[in-house]
């Protein structure tokens, strides 16, 4: 038997919880799946054919796409400026960043109610100065989805571009200007790939976080865009077919492992060291 | 080559302050067109900020500068698009040596075949063939700067501004790249502004030499008119090792000026400026004598020390009344005997010593 290192045991106490509280009961829903209600693979054919089913993992991919880019995107320009800007603007950007976390998910997302839904602030208010002669829609679909969750995920997005940007050389962005670079050309081709692992990083915390909402879909989309977290709830719950459900969460599981190891592969050699 | 793209840069009462320190104070000076003009000074002088003020990556915040007399003050650096080479080099990592050469080719907007064609002559120039599909993550410390000096000069920049390029180098690799500096200078003609806070580096490369101490210019010379001719006592003692000989009595005529030192009476001759209270001498001109000499300046001291630096010996001594002094000599001519504590002469000829 191989000598285990000393700290190595350290690690024994998480992957033990692991364990019990993940890998077991995920081995009891891949059971169900093929199991319920009668042992065999028809579960399976169900989740890939209905088209039900279909829409809201097509929905699902769509959204968690949109809210991946949104939330890449603004938190790039939150984080240079977290990184680079002056004291107060550092000092502002961080609490923008670190407030978020100490608010519940389900206060934010009735916050989103009241601001966006048709008798909400932004509605009522723009009418009122003119602006609007109907309210817009912007609850109950997906744009309402999708600015709940980029609100709450830009945060967890901020983090690891931040980590990338602070390992820039100032000093190689000086000397791309130096050569004439306008801003934004130093921003796209120099700034931009040298913190390609830190948009790797965190649009794959985003992606994969999103693809899990719940609470934020079921309360802004209203019922009507419904994402796979919300339908396997149903499944679970409200009509149940708890064979279904797992065959769901499995083909989900399975989905986004086999996106992760891909990205992970194409990502490798193109980080630099 | 291409001679006629060098540019002159004018300085005009530059100063900067961040916040209550004031890192540069009314500096004024002409950087000719395709002068080497080398900045020297201490850490926290101010050099490396004139320098950042002149590349336009920090703003002045008074005085002007011109560019080939017109008014460049607010210029953004992108705009000056003068040559910049960094002491970490500040390649792009992402890009290979080639992509980081042509990159301010193609901000240029360059034809690809002129691209591909200055490309490969740059690599050529320093030293680099072969290497050309590497990262610089692939490349020695010194190749590194080979690559920043080609990508800065690629583009023929009216200006190259080097911030310290060899500190962190070895120092035969050092000696290699400013080997390498001086041939490109001289191919290229482009006015070089090179900052570093090592002497010698400063002495070996450049044109001129502008020496600063805490944000003010103290002298802007030729090297061997900075160094034999000092302007003050920082700029004496901050190049190479001297001897400072308080004075007393001074008079000055017609052939020259007496004064006295610990009651030993000098004549100092030749052009040793303004009489001042103090004489400077380099060790160099200083010989070491076992008796008391007939002829020129000699003043008694004690024999503190000697240190073996293989082909030259050097000496700390002390004089009765406790001012140091040392001085170096070829460890052959050392006289027989001599160790810590001997009573001997310390003399030199009387044109080779400064006022201060």
Redesign the interface.
């Known amino acids: 038997m191989p000598r285990i290192s000393r700290p190595a045991l350290l690690l024994v106490p998480l992957l033990g919880f692991m364990v019990l509280t993940y890998l077991v009961p995920f081995l009891g829903i891949v059971q169900w799946s093929v199991t319920l209600p009668e042992p065999g693979l028809d579960q399976y054919r169900a989740a890939l054919s209905d088209p039900l089913v279909l829409s809201v993992f097509l929905r699902t991919f769509r959204i968690c796409a949109v809210v991946t880019a949104v939330s890449v995107a603004s938190a790039d320009m939150i984080t240079v400026l977290w990184v680079r800007g002056s004291p107060a603007q550092r000092l502002a950007v961080e609490l923008c960043i670190l407030i978020p976390f100490w608010i519940s998910v389900l206060t934010r997302a009735f916050g989103w109610l009241a601001l966006l839904s048709t008798k909400g602030i932004l509605n009522t208010w723009s009418q009122s100065l003119g602006l609007l002669s109907e309210p817009l829609t912007m609850v109950r679909n997906e744009f309402g989805v999708i600015v709940g969750m980029a609100h709450f995920l830009i945060p967890f997005a901020a983090f690891p571009l931040a980590s990338a940007m602070r390992t820039v050389d100032e000093r190689i962005l000086l000397a791309a200007r130096g050569m004439g670079a306008s801003r934004s050309r130093v921003f796209f081709q120099v700034f931009v790939p040298m913190t390609a692992a830190g948009i790797l990083g965190a649009g794959l915390v985003v992606f994969v976080f999103a693809l899990g909402f719940f609470v934020t879909p079921a309360i802004l989309g209203g019922g009507r865009s419904v994402m796979a977290a919300e339908l396997i709830y149903l499944r679970v719950f409200q009509s149940p077919n708890w064979g279904l459900a797992a065959a769901i969460s499995v083909v989900m599981m399975v989905g986004v492992g086999g996106l992760l190891a891909l990205l992970m592969r194409q990502a490798r050699p193109a980080v630099p060291k | 080559m291409n001679k006629v793209k060098a540019a002159e840069i004018g300085a005009e009462g530059i100063g900067k302050t961040f916040g209550t320190f004031a890192a540069l104070k009314d500096v004024s000076l002409t950087i000719g067109r395709g002068e080497f003009l080398t900045l020297l000074g201490p850490s926290g002088s101010g050099k490396t900020t004139f320098l950042m003020v002149l ?3 920090e703003a002045a915040t008074s005085g002007h500068l011109t560019l080939d007399g017109a008014d460049m003050t607010g210029m953004p ?8 080479v ?1 002491q ?1 080099y ?5 890009m290979t040596v080639e992509q980081n050469i042509a ?2 080719l193609k ?2 907007g360059r034809s690809t075949n002129d691209i591909t064609r200055r490309v490969a002559e740059m690599v050529e120039m320093v030293g680099l063939g072969g290497h050309g599909h590497k ?1 610089p ?1 692939g490349l020695s410390g010194g190749q590194q700067q080979r690559v ?1 000096l080609a ?2 000069l690629a ?1 023929d ?1 009216p200006v190259l ?1 080097l911030d310290e390029p060899f500190s962190a180098l070895d120092k035969n690799l050092r000696g290699q790249m400013q080997d390498e500096v001086r041939r490109l200078h001289r191919e290229l003609g482009t006015t070089f502004v090179f900052v570093t806070h090592d002497q010698s580096e400063a002495l070996a490369l450049s044109s001129r030499v502008a020496i600063f101490e805490r944000g003010v210019l103290q002298q802007v010379a030729a090297p061997k008119h900075v160094y034999e001719r000092p302007a003050n006592r920082f700029v004496a003692e901050f190049l190479g090792d001297i001897n400072i000989l308080p004075l007393s009595d001074v008079t000055t005529s017609g052939s020259g000026s007496k004064a006295t030192f610990e009651g030993q009476s000098l004549q100092i001759t030749g052009d040793p400026g303004a009489p001042g209270q103090s004489l400077a001498v380099r060790p160099e001109h200083m010989a070491l004598q076992m008796t008391a000499p007939a002829g020129g300046n000699a003043i008694a001291a004690n024999l503190r020390d000697l240190t073996y630096l293989g082909a030259q010996t050097q000496l700390t001594l002390s004089t009765p009344g406790n001012v140091p002094l040392m001085l170096s000599m070829p460890t052959a001519a050392l006289p027989s005997g001599l160790t810590p504590n001997a009573q001997v002469w310390v003399a030199w000829p009387d044109d080779q010593g400064r006022f201060l």
């Open positions: 590349a336009g990556f650096a992108e705009a000056r698009a003068f040559g910049m960094f970490g500040a390649l792009f990592p992402h990159f301010p901000v240029q990262r993550s920043a990508r800065a583009y920049p501004l």
